[in-house]
């Protein structure tokens, strides 16, 4: 491996950790909220159906949070095994401009399409 591609690699890790670390905080406050750490659930009937719709909403973020940290998670894996930017799909490399938009991408562009 060049001095490029080195660098490359250390600073898609470093995205990869960052975000995986965002992610996790984020999905650690969703469930505060949901367990009422700080605000209990009012007693009041509307009020109470208003934080009941919100945790619509919390839930939402939240499996949407632990969808994308797993592919954070699967990218830090792919890069520990040296497979890094190699798409799942077709094992061709994934575009360097497409990991830097999205670190975490398992698939090309062409094989994303498809899918």
Known sequence: MNKLHDDTLRNARAQ???RGAELRERIRRVHADLRR??????????????????????????????????????????????TYGRCE???????AARLTAVPHAAHCIRCEARA
């Open 16 to 18: 990869l950790l960052a």
């Open 37 to 82: 750490d700080h605000e209990p659930l009012p007693n009041d009937s509307p009020d109470a159906a208003l934080r009941m719709e919100n945790d619509e909403v919390l839930e939402a973020i939240e499996t949407t949070a632990t969808a994308e940290l797993g592919h954070v998670d699967r990218a830090l894996e792919s890069l520990d095994a040296g």
């Open 89 to 95: 799909t077709c094992g061709d490399a994934i575009a």
